[in-house]
């Protein structure tokens, strides 16, 4: 009963936590308006997180497995490849744009130890939901692929590359504007046109 409590009081303040990201922006927000929301001291805070980049990651990392699991969702249910790797796009774009206070892009520049390590297992998570969705595309005749989850991570790796290459005059300290993740979202729709059309059956 005591574990369940304090699960309880995480999520309470990871709930609380993203309210205010979301609203306000994760670098205005500070520990002391999360715990006047929650109605509880600082130190209680303390208790869960260490410090409020801990409890940033960890928004993240659970509004991450929403994501993820919307994504793994599409590509079990295939009914055209095409038309499932259009939508992932269309998935993370109604996902950033959601969360875009949440300075998304500021952590994925963020190389220290951990958060690279989060960084590689997400890759690789969606390698293999595109392997899923390319293996199902090579059942239905649509695409002609001799080693899916090679094929994938070029795809995944391209994709991920454009977020980094086209907005040229982004700095460490700033994230993606809408008009920037706009433009991203429009060259990824065209890389996927373009290789799609290259593995076309």
Do not use: W
Not at 37 to 42: A, I, M, V
Not at 119 to 130: G, N
């Amino acid at each position: 009963m005591q574990a369940e409590t304090k699960d309880e009081m995480r999520d309470r303040i990871l709930e609380a936590a993203l309210k205010r990201f979301t609203h306000y922006g994760a670098s205005k927000t500070t520990m002391n308006e999360i715990a006047d929301d929650l109605h509880c001291s600082k130190a209680s805070l303390y208790y869960y997180f260490p410090d409020k980049k801990a409890m940033h990651l960890a928004v993240l990392e659970k509004i991450a497995e929403a994501f993820y699991q919307e994504m793994e969702k599409e590509a079990k249910e295939v009914t055209s490849a095409a038309t499932a790797l259009y939508n992932i796009i269309d998935i993370r774009k109604v996902f950033i744009s959601r969360f875009c206070r949440l300075e998304i892009f500021k952590i994925l520049k963020d190389n220290s130890g951990l958060i690279l390590e989060e960084k590689k297992k997400a890759k690789q998570r969606e390698i293999d939901l595109h392997t899923t969705i390319i293996k199902a595309g090579i059942a239905l005749g649509e695409f002609d692929v001799k080693d899916p989850q090679e094929t994938s991570a070029l795809l995944v790796e391209a994709t991920m590359g454009l977020r980094f290459s086209v907005p040229d005059h982004i700095s460490d300290e700033t994230d993606l504007d809408d008009e920037m993740f706009a433009a991203v979202i429009e060259k990824q729709k065209h890389l996927l046109k373009i290789f799609i059309r290259g593995i076309k059956a």
